[in-house]
């Protein structure tokens, strides 16, 4: 079988492209990717023969025999796929740290979920408040682990918290780590809990507020809403690994219609005596009509499970789907669901609905545990923590090693500068 002539250092600029890189000796394009990733598409003739036009006679005799048969391509894809694995076998676990991501923080979102869903259960049993707290304390370890984590990643790469906040998938992750603490989309069911054990007019304040913030949130959220369905109607679904995202869709009418039922449910305890004329009326229809918006924002929840649901059936049959932290995105925004089924199912005293959101609870913390299981799989396997498999991968024109570049030639700069303003003559 042929192989690859290596052209002398004085060559390789005229050859190849400025995106190729060397190791060991092979040309590597930076867009060569595994199948399945952000930019991967399968190699042609043409791609050789482009990258192969030379400025001089020796370039053009350097791939002449390689580009005689499909052979000799699939002898350049082959040894550069092997040079690749080999020269990623030794990274160590400094390394591994670098692609920690913002992403990791949707693993205790989703824990936190799980544990708000096990408080929410109307049909309580001995040892149900154990296993919300094991869930609820495990959460708490999982946060620390992942601030103590990603700080390491900063202090021993400072280079990936600019290149973190600027990429353009990772930086969509860097609110999870607020999330993860409680933030305005969720402050609805927060406003509703604390509501519920304080005086009423520290309570009327706090509903007040919780009103206005959720109602913030939902509001925006519907501009989301009026691009991602004409994404939908205009486009193709998003690929395999970025699938489960669709399932975010459930989060804002969740959240907002068992914000809006518990929220209004304590109504005539918190609302004084004569607010507007008439405190009791007023809590009567202030409960009346929470309830049936809230039906409606649940109805739109369930038809939004049901599209991201369906979307990953041909995903599912064909057995397509590669883990990626975006996996739990089927437990999160989908613990928003089951919470709003049970308020729903309790303002219409419906023992029916109740016992659906049960069967939806036992689904949802199987679920976690799959997907708990698939991450620890995928760190083994060297499928996530490991460069260009994860949300921090070179895609949309965005290259971590050019912005490095830019940012060290961009302080070389500035120090040159202020050296030159410091040593002139006052």
Known sequence: ???????????????????????RGIAIPGKMLSSGQDGYRTPTIEDYEKHSKPSSQNGAHMFQSHLSSPGGVLSILSETKNHLSQSFETLGWRQRLRHFTWTFFTMTMATGGIGNVLYAVPFRFQGLDTIGTIFFLFNLVLFIVNVILISLRFH??????????????????????????????????????????????????????????????????????????????????????????????????????????NMAANADKYLPADYMGNGPMAAMILKVMADWIALW???????????????????????????????????????ALVTATFAVGEAFSSQAIQVVGCVMTCILVA??????????????????????????????????????????????????????????PV
């Open 1 to 23: 079988m042929d192989r690859l002539e290596i052209p002398p250092e004085s060559e390789k600029r005229a050859i190849y492209p400025h995106h190729m890189r060397f190791d």
């Open 156 to 261: 021993l790469h400072p280079e990936t918290f600019k290149a973190s906040v600027f990429h353009p998938t990772e930086s969509l992750f860097v609110p999870a780590a607020v999330v993860s603490f409680g933030t305005m989309l969720i402050i609805g069911p927060h406003a509703a809990v604390l509501s519920s054990t304080l005086s009423s007019q520290r309570a009327l304040s706090i509903i007040v507020g919780g009103f206005t913030l959720q109602g913030i949130g939902y509001l925006v959220s519907l501009t989301v809403y009026a691009a991602f369905i004409y994404r939908l109607m205009t486009q193709k679904l998003p690929k395999e690994s970025l699938r489960p995202g669709m399932f975010i869709s459930v989060g804002p009418s969740a959240f907002t219609a068992g914000a809006v039922i």
């Open 297 to 335: 924002l649940w109805g739109v929840a369930i038809w939004f499970f049901m599209v991201s649901l369906g979307a990953h059936w041909d995903s599912i049959r064909h057995r397509n789907l590669t883990f990626t932290m975006s996996w739990y995105s089927f437990i999160f925004p989908n613990t």
């Open 367 to 424: 679920a976690w545990f799959v997907v708990f299981g698939m991450m620890i799989r995928a760190i083994i396997r060297k499928d996530i923590l490991w460069p260009q498999r994860q949300e921090d991968r070179d895609e949309g024109g965005f290259n971590f090693a050019e912005m490095k570049e830019r940012g060290s030639q961009s302080h070389s700069e500035g120090s040159a500068f202020l050296r030159t303003v410091s040593s002139a």
